[in-house]
């Protein structure tokens, strides 16, 4: 099973918004509710901040927000602050199964 | 709130097992599945497998020849073995728990610990 398509590293300002996608197979992203996020920071475990989509666990900020088109899950930062500079991972169930296959990671850059 | 800590040597030789203990606190070893993840330096998060204390398991297939994942419910702790390392099993290992396992959502994990595989 290949890893989800992100893009390698994307930046915006501080206030701005920015998107992350997610693309992946009719097998796995498009299949699947089963869509998560993570935030990385350097040296840090990962952090969920994003499941099934679009729901956030308790205590994730709410400029955090996901969606899913097709084989393409998206997620999205609005308000961008300096500690949202990390690593974001997505990851998906593979449909019909528990095997769990990652995205490549994203560099978030705030400049 | 679930807690975890990873434990086990940082150095390992080629061809070796390599083996982790991951000790669970805050919550009950029976309440939850166990996974473990790795990280290459530099590289993404790799899926290696799953345990419940039923029994019921799941393994990334490129590693499932290799992966044995344990529940030991009397000491609150699960493990990870992985036989006949290369300098590619060289990673940060990660235990984790499904914060809801039906949606593969990780909400609990460990702060990590780094194996290298060397001569």
């Known amino acids: 099973q290949s890893a989800l398509t992100q893009p390698a590293s994307v930046s915006g300002s501080p206030g701005q918004s920015i998107t992350i996608s997610c693309a992946g197979t009719?097998?796995?992203?498009?299949?699947?509710?089963?869509v998560s996020w993570y935030q990385q920071h350097p040296d840090k475990a990962p952090k969920l901040i994003i499941y099934?989509?679009?729901s956030r666990p308790s205590g994730v900020s709410n400029r955090f927000s996901g969606s899913k088109s097709g084989n393409t899950a998206s997620l999205t930062i609005s308000g961008l602050q300096a500690e949202d500079e990390a690593d974001y991972y997505c990851?998906?169930?593979?449909?019909?199964?528990?095997?769990?296959?990652f995205g490549g990671g994203t560099k978030m850059t705030v400049l | 709130q679930v807690q975890l800590q990873e434990s086990g040597p940082g150095l390992v030789k080629p061809s070796e097992t390599l083996s982790l203990t991951c000790v669970v606190s805050?919550?009950?070893?029976?309440?939850?599945?166990w996974t473990w993840i790795r990280q290459p330096p530099g590289k993404a998060l790799e899926w290696i497998g799953y345990?419940?204390?039923?029994?019921?398991?799941n393994f990334n297939p490129s590693l499932k020849s290799r992966v044995t994942i344990s529940v030991d419910t009397s000491k609150s702790r699960f493990s990870l073995e992985l036989s006949s390392v290369t300098a590619a099993d060289t990673a940060v290992y990660y235990c984790?728990?499904?914060?809801?396992?039906?949606?593969?959502?990780?909400?609990?994990w460990g702060q990590g610990t780094l194996v290298t595989v060397s001569a």
């Open positions: 984790a728990a499904y914060f809801d396992f039906w949606n593969g959502s990780l909400g609990y």
């Open positions: 805050g919550g009950s070893i029976r309440s939850y599945y």
């Open positions: 345990m419940h204390y039923t029994g019921n398991t």
């Open positions: 009719s097998s796995d992203v498009g299949g699947s509710n089963s």
């Open positions: 099934e989509v679009l």
């Open positions: 990851s998906s169930y593979v449909s019909g199964t528990t095997y769990v296959v």
